[in-house]
């Protein structure tokens, strides 16, 4: 998949924040550490340093939402990274991303206060989850 068709995927799924554009794409899987897992409609980015992996951004575009593809772009990178702990952050307010990443066994560590500033202007927390992987 290319820098492109992710920022286009990213930009669909996306609405309520800035997405990320294809020059920032390029530049993070210019990053050895960062690791890709897509499908035609979404993927996972990830970067794992020194053991520890951080889910980057997951997208789906909005027509394959609710079709299990987020599940298997978890299931994916959880399972193919040489990691012990892995980490996200998530806002508040996403509840169909909280919801899947509780079902993939995260659990909610910390808050950062007002972290995404919505299109309206409103911030939103962001809540910091981890996960235990071997």
Known sequence: MTPFELSQIHSAAFTMSRPWSAQ??????????????ACPTGFALAQVIAGEAE?????V???????GTGHKLMSEWL?????????????????????????HGFA???????????KTGNS???????KTLR
């Open 108 to 118: 909610e560590v910390a808050r950062r206060k007002s972290y995404y500033t919505r």
């Open 124 to 130: 939103v927390d962001a809540i910091v989850m981890h």
């Open 24 to 37: 920032e794409f390029t530049t993070l899987l210019s990053n050895p550490h960062t690791h890709l897992f």
């Open 79 to 103: 399972s193919k990274v040489d990691a012990t702990e892995a980490f996200l952050d998530v806002a508040a307010d996403n509840n169909a991303a909280r919801n899947l990443y509780t079902a």
């Open 55 to 59: 889910l980057l951004t997951i997208a």
């Open 61 to 67: 575009n909005p027509d394959a939402q609710g079709k």
